[in-house]
């Protein structure tokens, strides 16, 4: 498994410097200045990946820019509107250019307006340490008293209803603001930022839209692209829904494995693939993750490697982000099956029988709290995590079961 760490580029609050000595061997990274749907440049790609060849007092990295996260697919490719065959022609254009950088993976999500999702960015935990949580009460005052969508009521049941009112009115303006602005803070990273009434917008352009509309969007996407990645060398890594469930009447269509084979079976070729999340797809009691790597691990061309603590039962809830080891994914038997899943690739003779991994998220704990880095990326929680993991891996591998 190749341990790799998430840098957001010169800006973030974690340096090159740090991910050298936190001991990954790649950095995963995108060009979060430039909008869904233009061309990525060659200069700006050899110039992150300079950027990542050295570390602060100017000496080699000895690191490289192993995974691309993300990509982005515009909201024109996601409802087929406006310039979306030129925005999947200069998406090919992209891939071919990361190929030619000798650039090999590349994540990307499908989910529509908002990426991943979370009501708070910094919730307190009993030891002090903060993390991110995603409340579904909190969710639905959002929606219902300050988002006010049209047809809100009908997705959440009376009690948590009731439960929302009496939270909104017990809230200051502070309290609206900063939870409108954690939930609609647009990609990590990224210079972009919706107001309400973007969001109003948005909702609006997807209201006809549903679930099998937005997949086979997702399917001719892929038909375009993937044939190309494919002829490139690139290996193209959908990411789940975060939440992976429903959100804002928005169609959701990667959340369950049975979503994952109807996209790889769509368009059968290698490059298109899975970016495995154990955080987003763990959120859901229903999905298996052990058995999900078993079944679909040959397609697995990235892992995210994180734990999340849900709060109440069913396929919707709440949820925070926990320590890598302590949350409802048992983490060590993952681990164990993406072993597996690359000692085979190894005896097929497969190139990429290592899966790149990087320890999603993390706890802001220690020195993190006075940092602030980007919400969910910070050093020495994401760094204990990748301790974590990569204590797992060293014990599980003396094991002749993954051998």
Same mark, same amino acid.
């Given at each position: 498994?190749?341990?790799?760490?998430?840098?957001?580029?010169?800006?973030?609050?974690?340096?090159?410097?740090?991910?050298?000595?936190?001991?990954?061997?790649?950095?995963?990274?995108?060009?979060?200045?430039?909008?869904?749907?233009?061309?990525?440049?060659?200069?700006?790609?050899?110039?992150?990946?300079?950027?990542?060849?050295?570390?602060?007092?100017?000496?080699?990295?000895?690191?490289?820019?192993?995974?691309?996260?993300?990509?982005?697919?515009?909201?024109?490719?996601?409802?087929?509107?406006?310039?979306?065959?030129?925005?999947?022609?200069?998406? #090919?254009?992209? &891939?071919? /250019?990361? *190929?030619? $950088?000798?650039? !090999?993976?590349?994540?990307?999500?499908?989910?529509?307006?908002? %990426?991943?999702?979370?009501?708070?960015?910094?919730?307190?935990?009993?030891?002090?340490?903060?993390?991110?949580?995603?409340?579904?009460?909190?969710?639905?005052?959002?929606?219902?008293?300050?988002?006010?969508?049209?047809?809100?009521?009908?997705?959440?049941?009376?009690?948590?209803?009731?439960?929302?009112?009496?939270?909104?009115?017990?809230?200051?303006?502070?309290?609206?603001?900063?939870?409108?602005?954690?939930?609609?803070?647009?990609?990590?990273?990224?210079?972009?930022?919706?107001?309400?009434?973007?969001?109003?917008?948005?909702?609006?352009?997807?209201?006809?839209?549903?679930?099998?509309?937005?997949?086979?969007?997702? #399917?001719?996407? &892929?038909? /375009?692209? *993937?044939? $190309?990645?494919? !002829?490139?060398?690139?290996?193209?890594?959908?990411?789940?829904? %975060?939440?992976?469930?429903?959100?804002?009447?928005?169609?959701?269509?990667?959340?369950?494995?049975?979503?994952?084979?109807?996209?790889?079976?769509?368009?059968?070729?290698?490059?298109?693939?899975?970016?495995?999340?154990?955080?987003?797809?763990?959120?859901?009691?229903?999905?298996?993750?052990?058995?999900?790597?078993?079944?679909?691990?040959?397609?697995?061309?990235?892992?995210?490697?994180?734990?999340?603590?849900?709060?109440?039962?069913?396929?919707?809830?709440?949820?925070?982000?926990?320590?890598?080891?302590?949350?409802?994914?048992?983490?060590?038997?993952?681990?164990?099956?993406?072993?597996?899943?690359?000692?085979?690739?190894?005896?097929?003779?497969? /190139?990429?029988?290592?899966?790149?991994?990087?320890?999603?998220?993390?706890?802001?704990?220690?020195?993190?709290?006075?940092?602030?880095?980007?919400?969910?990326?910070?050093?020495?929680?994401?760094?204990?995590?990748?301790?974590?993991?990569?204590?797992?891996?060293?014990?599980?591998?003396?094991?002749?079961?993954?051998?």
């Amino acid at each position: 498994m190749e341990q790799t760490w998430r840098w957001f580029g010169p800006q973030d609050r974690v340096s090159i410097s740090d991910i050298a000595q936190a001991g990954a061997t790649g950095v995963v990274s995108a060009l979060h200045h430039i909008p869904a749907g233009e061309v990525w440049p060659v200069e700006d790609i050899s110039r992150r990946q300079s950027e990542i060849a050295r570390m602060q007092n100017g000496s080699f990295s000895n690191l490289s820019w192993t995974v691309v996260e993300s990509l982005p697919v515009s909201e024109d490719i996601k409802m087929q509107k406006g310039d979306w065959r030129q925005h999947i022609a200069n998406y #090919t254009a992209s &891939l071919k /250019n990361l *190929a030619e $950088a000798g650039i !090999e993976t590349v994540c990307y999500n499908f989910m529509p307006i908002l %990426d991943w999702t979370r009501t708070d960015l910094a919730w307190i935990l009993p030891n002090g340490a903060t993390c991110m949580r995603f409340d579904l009460c909190d969710f639905a005052v959002f929606d219902l008293h300050i988002l006010k969508r049209p047809g809100a009521e009908g997705d959440y049941d009376a009690s948590l209803r009731c439960t929302a009112e009496q939270r909104f009115a017990a809230m200051t303006d502070n309290d609206v603001v900063k939870l409108t602005s954690n939930i609609i803070c647009g990609l990590p990273g990224a210079a972009e930022t919706f107001s309400l009434e973007d969001v109003r917008v948005h909702l609006a352009e997807y209201a006809e839209m549903n679930a099998q509309t937005l997949r086979r969007h997702l #399917t001719e996407f &892929l038909s /375009n692209v *993937a044939p $190309a990645a494919q !002829e490139f060398g690139i290996r193209l890594g959908c990411h789940p829904d %975060d939440p992976p469930f429903p959100l804002l009447g928005l169609p959701r269509i990667m959340s369950t494995e049975a979503d994952y084979r109807a996209v790889v079976a769509a368009v059968d070729i290698p490059a298109n693939g899975i970016t495995f999340c154990s955080g987003a797809l763990g959120a859901r009691p229903d999905n298996d993750l052990p058995g999900m790597m078993t079944r679909l691990g040959g397609r697995v061309h990235a892992l995210h490697l994180r734990n999340v603590k849900r709060e109440t039962k069913g396929t919707r809830g709440s949820f925070y982000e926990a320590e890598h080891l302590s949350g409802d994914t048992d983490m060590v038997e993952l681990i164990a099956t993406i072993l597996r899943e690359e000692a085979r690739r190894k005896e097929e003779g497969r /190139n990429d029988w290592s899966i790149p991994f990087r320890p999603d998220h993390g706890q802001d704990i220690l020195d993190d709290l006075g940092r602030k880095a980007q919400p969910g990326y910070p050093a020495i929680g994401r760094l204990k995590g990748l301790a974590e993991l990569r204590g797992v891996i060293t014990a599980l591998e003396s094991r002749t079961f993954v051998k």
